[in-house]
């Protein structure tokens, strides 16, 4: 091992606990299962010295049930850049506050670009967390096994969707997408909603705000009430 990064291209790596390793993950896939990792190297005397993590565009960071965490005294950062996607299974979801969620890195630490792609895939409920940016421009994906009835992914903030020019915003997968009036998910004139109008394996679970509608093109809003799908056009 030596001081640096280290490039990982076009390919999947997991990691185990254990694991000292250095960050940059160039067109790939990270797999990260079940442990609270400290991405690091060895510098030349030895000594671990706390890398900084950037996930480039086109590449996947997938958490699983994992955290990625920051040394109460070390400067390690993490970015997840355009393009780039995070996936987690995490109950506390994309959260940057530490004892949180699957990132836990304070403050600037943890960078998200909103045209990076959001994935939720847990088996038992989630939130979205605070880390997950108000405004996406790449892609909300929901895909929650949990039962309808019983779980879901509940959104922690106000968030918009608005991925312009027809362009996939918010994908319902599986599960629930719950919201509040005060958690209110917008999406965004000439964003697209896949499936159009939900599906009964997964809806908005609360309001839901449209923007930009016209007469000739009616949208479908993708809304139900617990595990019942009950979709409206206007």
């Known amino acids: 091992p030596g001081s ?3 490039v990982f291209p076009y390919n999947t790596l997991t990691v185990g606990a254990a694991t000292a390793m250095a960050d940059t993950l160039n067109f790939g896939a ?20 706390y890398a900084s993590t950037t996930v480039y565009g086109n590449s996947v960071l997938d958490m699983g049930l994992s955290q990625l965490i920051e040394a ?8 997840l850049l ?7 299974k995490h109950a506390g979801g994309i959260s940057s506050t530490t004892a949180t969620g699957c990132l836990q890195h304070t403050g600037s630490r943890a960078t998200l670009n909103a045209n990076a792609n959001y994935t939720y895939y847990g088996s038992a409920a989630q939130n979205t967390g605070n880390a997950l940016p108000a405004t ?13 009835a019983s779980g879901g ?3 922690t903030r106000a968030t918009a969707v608005s991925g312009a020019g027809g362009t996939r915003a918010l994908s319902l997968k599986t599960g629930r997408l719950i919201t509040t009036a005060g958690n209110l998910i917008t999406v ?25 509608l016209t007469a000739a093109v009616p949208f479908v809003y993708p809304t139900g009430d617990t595990a019942k799908w009950a979709r409206r056009a206007i």
């Open 4 to 6: 640096g990064n280290t």
């Open 30 to 49: 990270l797999a990260i299962s079940n442990n609270l990792i400290h991405f690091s190297v060895l510098d030349s005397t030895g000594a671990k010295q």
């Open 72 to 79: 109460s005294a070390d400067s390690s950062s993490v970015k």
């Open 82 to 88: 355009s393009l780039a996607e995070i996936r987690t």
């Open 136 to 148: 996406i421009t790449g892609v909300l994906e929901i895909d929650n096994t949990t039962a309808l």
């Open 153 to 155: 992914v509940t959104l």
């Open 188 to 212: 965004g004139n000439g964003s697209v909603i896949t499936p159009a109008g939900g599906s009964s394996v997964s809806f908005v679970d609360g309001p839901l705000r449209k923007v930009g």
